[in-house]
């Protein structure tokens, strides 16, 4: 806080700067500060010397920030802080740096040492109230980089997620697994673990176990380099180009391609524009996945949206008109802004793998190690539309040969198609179009190939491996047309239909209309479904016909919510079965308890029940279930639960928080406050609670980045938080580690005073909670640790008395503890300073 002493007195001078400059010629670069200060009355001197100022602070004609400063008469710059940093381009660790270097005291003119980021002088103007910092790099025009810079030194850590699953029931073998997926940063190189111990419910009911991963790889710029034992997934492709036939589970050799992951996502527009047409003044809101990304002002008649701020990749998104607080128009979008190709001069991407089949430390196959295996898939930019994809490996002495092409027909149609051969085994084939339009979207799909799948395991993203039930040898097809049509902003109507060949012969039709309103003063959503679909074993192979109609309506806005239906469909002996069911929900907030759920339904059978409840802990979160058939009474449920180990150095933490499987950090937080709660937020988009203790935020990997500390909620209590702010650069799998003070903090007014009664103006008053500087008069005020009140007076980096205050024996108006005068001299000290001011 400052008072309008120094504000008053930065107008004065202002305009008598001003005034200045207009009898006289316009200030040199080179003029000093002493020179620009002679021109100045005498009485505004103490208004420019040793007193806060307010300044605009640029790097190399770049904006930095609004802040506050000392200037003194050694043609010195000190930095109070930054108040105002909200248009700046530059970034926080780039701020940051700076700050640290100004809050020392930088001497105006040249740099001659300790000059961060190739600093080559910093000046004043008076008649601006600017100070310029030049750097080697301000008459070079800045270059897009294409690639992030890797950490210096690398980074060292580790994250290990843990993942439990189980089921079971009434005549039902337990199942269950355990996977673990760690990822460990040893310099700029990041380490792989990923195995699994698992059992199934059927009749193989033996313990599997298996290591999918263990592998060490670098990230390079455009491209990686892996090496150990993998699997030979397709990294850093724009399409994966599918094959037919078993491809090499896991593989003890070396891998090649492309990569991503040190690529910069730079501000480009999407590649097909985006128009709006507004009858005034307007806003337009973009939401993806029903989370809003941006919003913009548009004017009245035919507008194009800026994508350039909107994040890379192909996506739909929702696009909202709002006009005087009222949607007037929903549109579905497409963003094209392909992350994979922002230089097309580099139209070639490619995985390369080779080694040896291998099974380490695996019971899952039955088949020997040692077979060798080769694999390439690459994609070509053909235009900036078409992308054309090839794939060849060589499995067990079969050639695997695949080929696709990804047209982007129009701003609204693309088309993609594939065709696979491998030897012995047959011919597969895939086409895809999708039409979208205003208010909906058609999606025609048909598949075709010969599958022999007597003896496969189907791999789940996670390593999981999984015996096919329902195995099939011959030819299997299956065309489908999809139909998603917006009737208008509160319903849309679904319709597939569907002809399949293979595991399930026979047509199939789904049609559903959905809409949105409002019951009794709730948001509600009705949904009425009808469907025709081919028979299986849960239906007798009879046909599975039917009818639902459902209603979700929230009761009220803490987290309560019903659902009810009702309809008809197929039973498991092919018979009608009339159905009912009514499920209630509640959401629950600052509770182990998540949510929970009951449901009740009524069918042919009988009566059922089931309840769910998603819970989380610091240490671990997950959910559980069970049910109870109407079919057989028999109950059965389930159990899931994930914890990620963090390891930094000697510091480790057990955390609920979900690993993004990239990088991390440990923060301990001590607090002088009970029961609070601090928000952590990642410019990259994550966020988490802190509590006191040990905590784990997730970050991003390869680029710099920082996270933001404050209060969570609306009710900010009187305390500081130190720092408030802090940066990282890791590699995937590094873990850093940070400390956080919570200081109950008070307001002290007072003044400043030296040994003669005299007023100190422009010296540091500084204690664990903050730092002020005392004004001409020698007022200051700060926020002042309760439990370390201690004052130290500082001027030219020399520490010139200090005061151990007395909260409770001072007058005090709310949060503003006022300690009146204190006289500074090197033997001060607090009982001695207040047993004077008593005296006097």
């Known amino acids: 806080m400052f008072s309008m002493t120094p504000i008053a007195g930065a107008l004065a001078l202002f305009i008598c700067a001003g005034a200045l400059a207009g009898e006289s010629k316009p200030a040199n670069k080179s003029v000093s500060l002493l020179q620009q200060a002679e021109g100045l009355p005498a009485e505004f001197h103490e208004f420019f010397f040793d007193v806060p100022l307010a300044v605009r602070v640029e790097v190399d004609r770049q904006f930095l920030g609004e802040a506050m400063i000392l200037l003194t008469r050694d043609e010195r710059v000190t930095l109070i802080n930054f108040t105002d940093t909200r248009n700046s381009d530059l970034s926080s660790s780039e701020r940051d740096e ?38 080697a790099n301000a008459e070079r025009d800045p270059q897009a980089r294409l690639f992030h810079d890797q950490p210096e030194g690398g980074s060292h850590g580790m994250i290990v997620r843990n993942q439990l699953n189980v089921s079971g029931g009434q005549q039902q073998n337990i199942a269950g697994r355990y996977g673990v997926e760690a990822a460990a940063s040893l310099g700029n190189w990041t380490n792989t673990f990923n195995a699994q111990l698992s059992r199934m419910s059927g009749m193989d009911t033996g313990i599997k176990h298996a290591v999918h991963e263990l592998h060490t790889q670098r990230e390079l710029e455009g491209r990686f380099i892996r090496a150990g034992y993998f699997t030979p997934s397709a990294q850093g492709l724009t399409r994966s180009v599918r094959t037919i036939g078993r491809g090499p589970d896991t593989v003890m050799g070396l891998m090649y391609g492309s990569s991503d992951s040190l690529a910069i996502d730079n501000a480009n527009p999407s590649l097909y524009p985006i128009t709006v047409t507004a009858n005034r003044q307007a806003m337009v809101e973009i939401y993806r996945n029903g989370v809003l990304i941006n919003s913009q002002q548009v004017a009245s008649g035919l507008q194009t949206l800026d994508t350039r701020p909107l994040p890379g990749g192909i996506y739909e998104v929702e696009v909202r008109l709002v006009e ?71 499995v067990k002495e079969q050639m695997q040969l695949g080929t696709s092409a990804d047209w982007t027909v129009g701003e609204k149609t693309s088309l993609y198609t594939s065709l696979s ?38 791999v789940l993203p996670d390593g999981t491996h999984i015996r096919q039930r329902n195995t099939y040898n011959g030819q299997t097809s299956n065309t489908s047309l999809s139909v998603n049509q917006r009737l208008n902003s509160k319903s849309s109507l679904s319709a597939q239909v569907s002809q399949s060949q293979g595991y399930n012969e026979g047509l199939g039709i789904d049609l559903s209309w959905t809409r949105n309103a409002q019951l009794f003063g709730n948001s509600a959503d009705w949904r009425v479904a009808v469907f025709d679909r081919p028979g299986t074993v849960g239906t007798a192979d009879q046909r599975n016909r039917g009818i639902d109609i459902s209603l979700r309506m929230a009761l009220g806005s803490d987290g309560h919510q019903v659902t009810g239906s009702v309809g ?32 009740v339904s009524r069918d042919v059978y009988g009566t059922g029940q089931a309840g769910t409840a998603d819970f989380k802990t610091d240490q671990v979160s997950g959910s559980m279930h069970a049910q109870r058939s109407s079919y057989n009474g028999q109950i059965s449920g389930g159990l899931n639960l994930d914890s990620t180990l963090a390891v930094s150095g000697k510091k480790l933490v057990l955390s609920s928080q979900v690993s993004t499987g990239e990088a991390g950090m440990i923060v301990d937080v001590e607090s002088d406050l009970d029961d609070i709660e601090l928000r952590a937020d990642d410019f990259a988009g994550t966020h988490a609670t802190l509590r006191p203790g040990r905590n784990f935020i997730p970050v991003s990997a390869y680029k710099n980045g920082t996270v933001n500390f404050d209060f969570k909620g609306t009710d900010v209590p009187a305390a500081a938080i130190q720092p408030a702010r802090t940066t990282y650069h890791l590699n995937k799998g590094g873990v850093d580690y940070r400390q956080v003070r919570i200081l109950k903090t008070v307001t002290v007014m007072g003044r400043l005073l030296d040994a003669s009664g005299k007023p100190l103006k422009g010296h540091h008053v500084i204690n664990h909670a903050s730092r002020g500087v005392s004004e001409v008069d020698g007022f200051f005020s700060m926020e002042l640790s309760e439990n370390s009140p201690t004052l130290e007076v500082r001027h030219d980096s020399q520490l010139l008395c200090q005061f151990r205050l007395d909260p409770a024996s001072q007058r005090r108006e709310n949060d503003v503890l006022m300690v009146g005068d204190l006289r500074c001299h090197p033997d001060t000290l607090a009982e001695a300073a207040y047993k004077s001011e008593k005296a006097s």
């Not at 270097?101 to 001659?112: H, R, S, V």
């Not at 070639?348 to 040896?356: E, H, I, T």
């Not at 895939?430 to 599958?451: A, K």
């Not at 009912?580 to 907030?589: E, G, I, M, P, W």
Request: glycine share 8%; hydrophobic share 30%; aromatic share 8%.
């Open 568 to 599: 008809q469909r197929t039973s498991r002996d092919g018979g009608r079965d009339p159905n009912a069911s009514v499920t209630y929900r509640r959401d629950l907030k600052d509770h182990v308890l998540q949510s929970v759920s009951a449901t």
């Open 421 to 458: 051969q491998t030897k012995g085994e047959g011919t597969g084939m895939e086409v895809q179009g999708v039409h979208r339009y205003n208010g909906g979207s058609v999606v025609l799909r048909h598949q075709r190939s010969w599958l022999d799948t007597r003896n496969t395991y189907e």
């Open 98 to 135: 700076w700050a640290a270097f100004m809050t020392q005291g930088a001497a105006l003119g040249a740099c001659n040492s300790g000059c961060p980021r190739q600093l080559q002088s910093v000046h004043y103007s008076l008649e601006d109230s600017m100070v310029s910092l030049v750097t």
């Open 324 to 394: 005087d607080g009222q949607v007037i128009t929903t549109t579905s979008e497409l963003i094209y802004k392909p992350n994979n190709w922002r230089n097309p001069e580099n139209r070639w991407r490619y995985n390369l793998f080779a080694g040896r089949e291998s099974k380490l430390l695996s019971n899952w196959q039955e088949r020997d190690d040692g077979d060798l295996t080769a694999g390439a898939a690459f994609n070509f930019l053909l235009h900036p539309r078409v992308v054309l994809g090839l794939s060849a490996r060589q």
